[in-house]
T-cell receptor, first 112, second 113 residues
């Protein structure tokens, strides 16, 4: 019940295209859903996060869509750029802050 | 770049040895969490410290222990190292006693031979 599933495992997108990564969770106690970007040799960097009281949040080229009833959320990267090539992790946390679970990651490659 | 720093950057230890990893949290943050990230996998939560007390723990054995100091810096100690402990160890800090809006350090790469 603590698991967060993430797909696809890897993704190749042309420059200017839309990258879409999907995640699903089971624990209904989760109420914070962030996305992290990680470059090789670096720690994860917080990109954008959403709470279950909204269905969508947009920050620049990054959008989170959230479906509470389906227990699913996704990251959309508009106008994908080669600099976006990295590994992306979804995560989920609960109000106690004692459960914070990451998905297995998606390796995104944006071709020039 | 976040204000979270970790030392050392890389470390090589032998099975059975003990290791201490260090983390300085971002200014203003009083909560530190530690994660283990095996190659090609997502980070796994080890434990969290809030105001010098352990505030939550993941599925890791007791040989993984930690400390948080009055300046909110933190240590991760691992005893009786095993080959499977080879991983990137990440610390993350945030303000408040919850794991929201965590900011990660660059990690310490531990290799156990």
């Amino acid at each position: 019940q603590q698991q967060v599933k993430q797909s696809p495992q890897s993704l190749i997108v042309q420059k200017g295209g839309i990258s879409i990564i999907n995640c699903a969770y089971e624990n209904t106690a989760f109420d914070y859903f962030p996305w992290y970007q990680q470059f090789p040799g670096k720690g994860p960097a917080l990109l954008i996060a959403i709470r279950p009281d909204v269905s969508e949040k947009k920050e620049g080229r990054f959008t989170i869509s959230f479906n509470k009833s389906a227990k699913q959320f996704s990251l959309h990267i508009m106008d994908s750029q080669p600099g976006d090539s990295a590994t992306y992790f979804c995560a989920a946390g609960d109000s106690d802050g004692q459960n914070f679970v990451f998905g297995p990651g998606t390796r995104l490659s944006v071709l020039p | 770049e976040t204000g979270v720093t970790q030392s050392p950057t890389h470390l090589i230890k032998t099975r059975g040895q003990q290791v201490t990893l260090r983390c300085s949290s971002q200014s203003g943050h009083n909560t530190v969490s530690w994660y283990q990230q095996a190659l090609g996998q997502g980070p796994q939560f080890i434990f969290q410290y809030y105001r010098e007390e352990e505030n939550g723990r993941g599925n890791f054995p007791p040989r993984f222990s930690g400390l948080q100091f009055p300046n909110y810096s933190s240590e991760l100690n691992v005893n009786a190292l095993e080959l499977d402990d080879s991983a990137l160890y990440l610390c993350a800090s945030n303000a408040g006693g919850i794991a929201y809006e965590q900011y990660f350090g660059p990690g310490t790469r531990l290799t156990v031979t």
